[in-house]
């Protein structure tokens, strides 16, 4: 198990590698966090490929939207081998994603979900979600610290055997005070010199 | 040897795979989308729609499950499951199984498609699929699915491919082979190993006639090009080296048809032979008088080899 100070440095990595291959960041951070969180023998979909979890800090990974249903598939494997896996994607709210949280629900898979949505979207997305029983977590896409507490209970309840998560990254939520930057990896920066865990030339 | 129809025969080789394969699973698509999904411990009922199917299975069969899906109750899987490979990326293909029903055989890009015509080729066929290293669609015909014959036990026999080492697959209906009939065969693997058996050529083959007659005369030129860039070679060379295959100066037309599932022969009204590239499968049509049995022979093989492509041979006496 890493330390705080290690897995937010590690988390830091990832979402600049992330961030520089483009896309949505509030999805990118969710994604960072959730990689750092997942063990060798884990899976993540992101974009078209399927990966293994250890995979993700060499070689190029993409953050963008993946098939839900391949990541449900995924975890299906993973659950009929049943060595403890835990599949995760960053995946758009599509009717093809309800279609899958409807299987991952039934079948209990070890599935956790990261979805990037505004504020005005949240309401009728949990409303869908939990519909269909499934548990889904709300969170401030732009913050790792909040971030990380939602993933590690979805992460540690999927290998646990407890089911699907979905992780609801806002990407507009209103910032808690005016000197707080909007963007995740200069917000994180600010933490880890703040927590004195890194200076910040160590950082550029 | 027992006396089995397609779907029995397909369950048995299933049953069998699942006693010595410890990772198989059979995901099978409910046609009812709001069936409940059922889970056994290998097989497993759900109801998706026919491309998140396709998707859920691949999931499977790169987190390293031999996965096979049968989409047998799907109507229009065939459409489907075309649309959503084609949107595939080649990195995402891990190997899959996937057993449909239809009457006309798809063309499926960057898939091997075999189409077992009795339950001994669907067994044979099954049993190729579980060892391939790609993904492999077996489309039953629905005509022939309730008609029995006898199948024998033996889990070494294939069907439509001998790429797996050891393995000593037969050329299926060859030595019955007449003119004006059609036989699957696979694109051979070993260079001694000939497509089919083909009887010996009814007329002697004339003379070269000198000049190379071959022309590209596709009804869809989108269409071949498509075929040659999924084949990653330029049309040109997709061109030329199925002229290559001749080995004669016989006039070759080239081509292609854009609706899937038409029929593969087109009679050669102004050409002596017709090869048609299709994404999964090669045809020719051709008058013997113009072109020996051999040469056609050669040039299947060849282009078959080259494409890895399950072949149709279609013997047709002109005039």
């Known amino acids: 198990m890493l330390c705080l100070k290690e897995l937010l440095l590690k988390i830091r990595a990832l979402l600049s590698r992330l ?129 990380l507490p939602a993933l590690r209970l979805a992460v540690d309840k999927a290998r646990e055997g407890d089911g699907p998560t979905l992780i609801e990254c806002v990407a507009d939520q209103p910032l ?14 600010s933490v880890l010199i703040l927590e004195g865990y890194a200076t910040p030339e160590e950082l550029l | 040897m027992s006396r089995m129809n397609c779907g029995t025969a397909i369950q048995a080789v299933l049953d069998e795979a699942a006693e010595t394969m410890d990772n198989l699973i059979v995901i099978h698509v409910d046609a009812n989308p709001t069936a409940e999904p059922v889970s056994l411990s290998r097989r497993l009922t759900l109801p998706l729609s026919g491309d998140a199917g396709l998707a859920f299975a691949l999931g499977c069969a790169q987190a390293g499950l031999r996965t096979v899906l049968d989409v047998t109750a799907v109507r229009d899987a065939g459409e ?161 080296l199925c002229c290559a295959g001749t080995g004669e100066s016989a006039e070759v037309i080239l081509e292609t048809d854009s609706e899937p599932g038409e029929s593969a022969c087109i009679p050669p009204d102004r050409a002596d032979a017709c090869l048609w590239v299709g994404f999964d499968r090669l045809s020719l049509c051709w008058n013997p008088r113009a072109l020996s049995a051999q040469a056609a022979r050669a040039l299947m093989r060849e282009t078959a080899a080259l494409l890895e492509l399950p072949a149709r041979l279609i013997l047709e006496r002109k005039g």
Do not use: W
């Not at chain 1, 949280?101 to 079948?107: E, G, T």
């Not at chain 1, 808690?176 to 920066?189: G, M």
């Not at chain 2, 439509?160 to 209906?173: C, K, L, R, S, T």
């Open chain 2, 80 to 240: 489907r499951l075309r649309a959503a490979l084609d949107a595939l990326p080649r990195a995402s293909r891990a190997p899959l199984v996937i057993r449909m029903r239809a009457r006309r055989c798809p063309a499926m890009p960057g898939a091997r498609v075999i189409a077992p015509v009795n339950a001994r080729e669907c067994a044979g066929a099954m049993r190729f699929a579980l060892r391939a290293a790609q993904i492999c669609l077996i489309v039953e015909n629905p005509l022939n699915a309730y008609d029995a014959c006898e199948v024998p036990d033996d889990p070494e026999e294939l069907f439509a491919g001998d790429d797996q080492p050891g393995a000593e697959p037969e050329a299926p209906v060859a030595d019955e082979l007449k003119e004006g009939e059609s036989a699957d065969v696979s694109a051979p693997a070993a260079e001694s190993r000939p497509a089919v058996v083909l009887p010996p050529s009814p007329v002697t083959a004339p003379a070269p006639r000198g000049e190379l007659a071959f022309r590209s005369r596709a009804y869809d030129p989108a269409e071949l090009t498509r075929t040659a860039k999924l084949l990653d070679i330029t049309r040109d060379e997709l061109a030329a």
């Open chain 1, 176 to 189: 808690d005070d005016e000197d707080t930057p909007a963007d995740p990896l200069e917000r994180l920066n």
């Open chain 1, 19 to 147: 961030v520089a291959h483009g896309g949505d960041e509030p999805l990118a951070a969710a994604a960072a966090v959730t990689l750092a969180l997942l063990d060798a023998g884990d899976l993540y979909a992101g974009g078209p490929a399927l990966l293994p979890a250890e995979s993700a800090l060499s070689g190029d990974f993409g953050v963008g939207p993946a098939d839900p249903s391949l990541a449900a598939g995924a975890a299906c494997a993973l659950q009929k081998k049943n060595e403890g896996g835990v599949a995760a994607a960053a995946v758009a709210e599509t009717e093809r994603l309800y279609e899958a949280i409807s299987l991952a629900v039934r079948l209990n898979l070890p599935l956790v979900l990261l979805v990037s949505c505004s504020e005005a979207a949240l309401d009728e997305l949990s409303s869908r979600v939990m519909a269909a029983d499934m548990e889904c977590i709300p969170v401030d896409g732009r913050s790792v610290m909040k971030l």
